[in-house]
Nanobody
Framework: QVQLVESGGGLVQPGGSLRLSCAAS????????AYWYRQAPGKEREWVASSTNPGVVSYADSVKGRFTISRDNAKNIVYLRMNNLKPEDTAVYYC?????????WGQGTQVTVSS
């Protein structure tokens, strides 16, 4: 059974940085697609970043150039490094992986960008 646990969220001022972690168990993140999504209050969940193969990453236009998705295969963790954060980045952030056609979600971690 695949399980994902996110951490690293918190309160940060505009222009600040955070690194979110997504620790996986029950599968190896080195061989499966991994994603980050976010959901702001009153809005639908939206895709943020993908790492679909080693070295193949993509980003939503709203975060391109500021966010970086990466993996630590030895620790079995997927990261989302977020720089130059803006108030509109405030949301609950979720990681997700797909294995054998089944998508699994973590419980989410809150990111609040405010002065």
């Amino acid at each position: 059974q695949v399980q994902l646990v996110e951490s690293g969220g918190g309160l940060v001022q505009p222009g600040g940085s955070l690194r979110l972690s997504c620790a996986a168990s029950g599968t190896s993140v080195s061989i499966i697609p991994a994603y980050w999504y976010r959901q702001a209050p009153g809005k639908e969940r939206e895709w943020v970043a993908s790492s679909t193969n080693p070295g193949v990453v993509s980003y939503a236009d709203s975060v391109k150039g500021r966010f970086t998705i990466s993996r630590d295969n030895a620790k079995n963790i997927v990261y989302l490094r977020m720089n130059n954060l803006k108030p509109e980045d405030t949301a609950v952030y979720y990681c997700s992986v797909v294995r054998a056609g089944v998508q699994t979600w973590g419980q989410g971690t809150q990111v609040t960008v405010s002065s």
